[in-house]
């Protein structure tokens, strides 16, 4: 079956609108509407606020989107496919209590379901978790795993085969999230089950045995596992759908007699999914579902800007100096996670450039990161301000230096091209040398080309040379698949990867440089062979 990642579909958001004014000048025509059930369903929101200077996203907006449905009588339910307490600058500070804060309002609004994404359980130890849920006044639902964090009250408020009713329908609810073989954590105090799709079912029968209308499923997982988990509705009719999360782009599949539709929405809110629910005559649930962009036509909520207000102004209070300029960037660079994520980027190769200096002279031949360590989700353009830098960085992330043999290296990099070349955090963005692959050979051998620059030229790296190498220690501990050897002398965790690069952007701004500049098509650092493009490097 077909999936579509979605990148532009209009909201037709002034035909809301032009709704709402038409009924209020025809009260009469309500009538049928009022009764309907609408899910509202958002993932991955790391912000209490809007992003890209306010024009996109954010909690605000669909507050707006919800009252106009409340406005038309319907009974509006939000789902929320996971991620939220982690990362971000704020969470450094408040450990996600201020997103329980916004969803809290959310949740007064119109009644709000949540499932867990990988995130949640960022910290090694459960105390942030117990102090979330604790705070929190919507439901906690999950199927395949549970909370295990030595709260007892915490730990028996997680819902499994949950049910809402409206209008005489109960709904059955299950929640999945990621277990650690599959973008995951692997903490004690949350055990995950490892069988998606075996879990899944034993809650969709589970529901069935207590007669539920219809089944739908919130999951942190990665699109095609929602894709396998959509076929059991061969064997049971009444799943409709799985709303999901975990990817930052819009994903749509669209759903039959015998699979499930799965939908994703962009990340803080940037683009949800409306939902409205039916059943026909024969009792069987139809859905309608419309992805909204959640743009500029889309207003803020003013009542809840005031809660964005509030968290903002403490958040300078935190650091007074966050909207202090410290530089300036040279071209406006898409920092967009899509973006970041599956290619070269400006602002990705200024940063690890950055790297193979923190270790003084001389400088280290490469360096990398995994794209998922800029969070920033977002440009930098004109005016860099200490809060670019520290949004940027959602995480501490200090360096190692090591060396490595040429060929061990070229094996180390082939984890960050496994996949079809959608977004992941493990991309690597590179320092040092140019790499050229191509996704139509088997993962693991897909490098076809991984060069350094000499004295006359380009040429390729040597397998039996030593090299010197700085990485996150993320990565030297083996994250996101990168497999480095331990066995070689590294020094100490040292360097701060924040203050390394807003050093390098204040000492540039002293010298009135401008740093940052979208990557040089005719020298690129990464070049993916395929259509279009048949040899790694042009003379
Ligand atoms: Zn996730």
Known sequence: MKTKRIRAITIPLLTVLLLVAGCAAMPESTADESSGLTFIHVNDTYRVGAVEDGTKGGFGRVVTIVRQLQGQGRDVRILHGGDFLYPSLESQLWNGMQMIDAMNYLDDLAPMYVTTGNHEFDPRTPEHLIDAVRASRFDWLGDNYAFNTGGADVDASLHKAFTINHGGKTIGVFALTAHAAYGGNDRDYVPIEKDFVGAARR??????????????????????????????KKDHPTFIFIVGGHDHEPHYSEGNDSNATVMKGASNARTIWQIDMTFDAAGMPQIDPHMLEMGVGVPSDPDYELLNKKWRARLLEKFPFLTARVGTAGESIDVTEEEVRSHENGWGNFIVDQMRTAFGDPAAELAFINSGTLRIDDFIAGDITFEDIARTFGFSSFLRYMTISGAEFRKVMEAGYRGDGSAEGYFPQISGFRVCIDRSRPEGDRIVSLQLPGETGWSEIDGETGYTLVVPDFLYGGGDGYELPKDRPASRPGSELKYLVLDAIVRAQAVGRAVGRNPDPAHPRYVELGPGRDACWRR
């Open 203 to 232: 809650s969709i029968e589970a529901l069935e045995s207590r007669g539920v209308d219809a089944i739908i499923g919130i999951t942190h997982l990665h699109m095609w596992q929602d894709v396998e988990i959509a076929g059991l």
